[in-house]
């Protein structure tokens, strides 16, 4: 047996409660529910399966991958992957893309590289919106959302077979040049 795991971004705690919100709205106004079950979250790594016996060596080799720098992330409006994700953009910056990059080399062992190109995001409906996808896209296409926060971490989550579930948190370590004195 294996398990199911991802690696994102999550943001800070009232951050993650006011777009939580917006997808309970994005829910009950659509009848769609999928984006309510994991936790408010920017994916760096997709969900991947890995034995049991192979965890520690994960949990060590995301230890390895925390030499970078913490960064600003801005969030800004609504758009959409047509026909079934509605999402409130992440914008790229130096930062996140260092990240990524990072983590997508180090995770090969684990993980199957994505062929599609890196493209931030908190989702808000998906899977079960593909009917109601033209509606949702209607009413947020031209609503306005802008916030940012430091993202100075990145979390390993795991399902557990009912729900994903923060497994453990990596904390930037930039890299730190010591000072040489010559005496």
């Known amino acids: 047996m294996e398990d199911l795991y991802f690696i ?5 705690a009232g951050l993650s409660e006011r777009i939580d919100e917006i997808r309970k709205e994005v829910s009950l106004d659509h009848g769609v529910f999928s ?17 049991p016996a192979n965890e520690q060596q994960l949990i060590q080799k995301l230890k ?18 047509p026909e079934h ?16 990059k990072n983590l997508k080399a180090g995770m090969k062992p684990y993980v199957e590289g994505s062929k599609n190109p890196f493209n931030p995001h908190l989702t808000i409906a998906y899977r079960d919106a593909k009917e109601a996808y033209p509606q949702i ?15 100075d971490h990145f979390t390993l989550l795991k399902h557990d077979g009912k729900r994903w579930n923060l ?3 990596y904390y930037a370590q930039p890299s730190i040049t010591q000072l040489e004195m010559g005496l």
């Open 64 to 81: 390895s991958l925390c030499h970078f720098e913490p960064f600003i992330q801005k969030l800004e409006d609504f758009d959409g992957f």
């Open 137 to 151: 896209m209607e009413q947020y296409q031209n609503r306005r959302f802008r916030e940012e926060f430091l993202a």
């Open 167 to 169: 497994h453990s948190e």
């Open 85 to 100: 994700t509605v999402f409130i953009r992440a914008l790229k910056n130096t930062g996140i893309s260092a990240l990524y």
């Open 8 to 12: 994102a971004i999550l943001p800070p």
């Open 35 to 51: 984006a309510l079950k994991p936790p408010v979250h920017l994916t760096l790594v997709p969900p991947f399966k890995l034995r």
